[in-house]
């Protein structure tokens, strides 16, 4: 009855998904429904978790890339690789690459269709993978994870996937994503050197999402407020050249703050003293930082597209993130209406508390039962 979890992306540290899967696990492993095992590819990078140690564990000594090959290529072949699972009753694949294993059962997530929507914002290589290999394991998985309604619509719109094999698990903040103390929030604003008053950014420094266009709102809304800054948060990630020029251009050097990086625990500070925090995107699989916002207590402004009303609700305001003029209508709403603000920062802790890990783990874990039979 082993369920065999794939926590590559947790034990090679890879950003999102690795925090998705580290957390999923670790709320499956506490709640014990079933007996887990863990696997994963170790790369250089690997970075064992201490609290899994007595958890049984198999691995296979490949980088990323090699890794990603041989799978597709034996999926092509359909040449199973139980051996590296021995003794399994059903896999989750926590990201897009799926190991055929023969007649075992298995379970692949979906965390978004990224590179089929915006395919000019992928790296080549990887755009010409996922398009040829993602159809394959759509097809292959016995039953699909997806972090959205949203994403589950992109699957059945652009691979015709049966409703019935898709299932809407939905992500979580972190436990400490929460409201902290006004001294925390003192200690961080200094730390950081933070402005007064500052819209926030949370999140990889590149196109998709739609920083540029953020930065010529920001523009028109100086011409009447002074005194509002811009934090961006993140690492630079890909073609991201064209929003640093865009920031020079502006005239926005002294507008825009890049703290560099941020360590998890000051980010709910960070939140918290933010004006508003600003998710611009113009597709997210999960949206998580706005559920992570919400948690802090910081008024949340988004777009309206993909996955982010599903988590905003009503708590969120929202704005289309391909008009100027609205994006700029909506901010300048928010943030010149104090009373607002304060409604939607009280209620977004709430909100944020619908979703939970162990709610995902429960539901996830249905999902096994089900391809077990």
Not at 16 to 36: C, D, H, I
Not at 57 to 72: A, D, N, T
Not at 176 to 198: G, I, Q, T, W
Request: glycine share 4%.
């Amino acid at each position: 009855m082993t369920v065999y979890v794939d926590v590559s992306a947790a034990i090679n540290s890879r950003a999102g998904l690795g925090r998705y899967t580290r957390s999923l696990t670790q709320a499956l492993l506490e709640q014990a429904e079933l007996p887990l095992a863990l696997f994963y590819n170790r790369t250089r990078q690997a970075q064992f978790v201490p609290e899994w140690a007595t958890v049984p564990q198999r691995s296979i000594g490949l980088g990323y890339k090699p890794w990603r090959l041989l799978v597709y290529l034996a999926q092509l072949a359909r040449f199973p690789m139980k051996r590296l699972v021995p003794g399994a009753a059903a896999f989750h694949a926590t990201e897009h690459l799926l190991m055929p294993l023969g007649k075992v059962p298995t379970v692949m997530t979906v965390h978004d269709l990224i590179f089929k929507l915006f395919p000019e914002h992928h790296k080549r290589l990887n755009y010409w993978f996922l398009n040829a290999a993602m159809p394959l394991f759509v097809r292959r998985a016995d039953a699909i994870i997806v972090v959205s309604q949203a994403t589950k619509n992109d699957l059945i719109r652009h691979y015709h996937t049966p409703d019935n094999k898709i299932n809407v698990v939905h992500e979580a903040a972190a436990p400490h994503f929460r409201r902290v103390s006004d001294a925390e929030v003192a200690r961080v604003r200094e730390k950081y050197n933070l402005p007064e008053r500052y819209l926030l950014s949370v999140g990889t420094i590149e196109p998709r999402k739609n920083l540029s266009r953020l930065a010529e709102v920001v523009a028109r809304l100086r011409r009447n407020d002074r005194s509002l800054h811009w934090v961006v948060v993140g690492a630079k990630g890909w073609m991201y050249d064209e929003f640093f020029e865009r920031v020079e251009r502006l005239n926005l050097g002294d507008v825009v703050f890049f703290p560099g990086y941020v360590p998890d625990d000051d980010l709910p500070a960070m939140f918290r003293a933010a004006t508003v925090y600003v998710m611009a995107s113009l597709y997210e699989g999960a949206g998580l930082p706005v559920l992570e916002a919400m948690a802090c207590g910081a008024p949340v402004v988004s777009s309206r597209e993909s996955s982010m009303p599903e988590l905003g609700a009503d708590v969120a305001r929202y704005f289309n993130p391909r008009d100027l003029d609205n994006m700029t209508d909506v901010l300048r709403m928010v943030l010149d209406d104090d009373q607002l603000r304060t409604e939607m920062a009280e209620a977004g802790p709430d909100r944020a508390a619908h979703f939970s890990w162990q709610r995902a783990a429960r539901e996830t874990t249905n999902v096994y039962r089900s391809v077990m039979g």
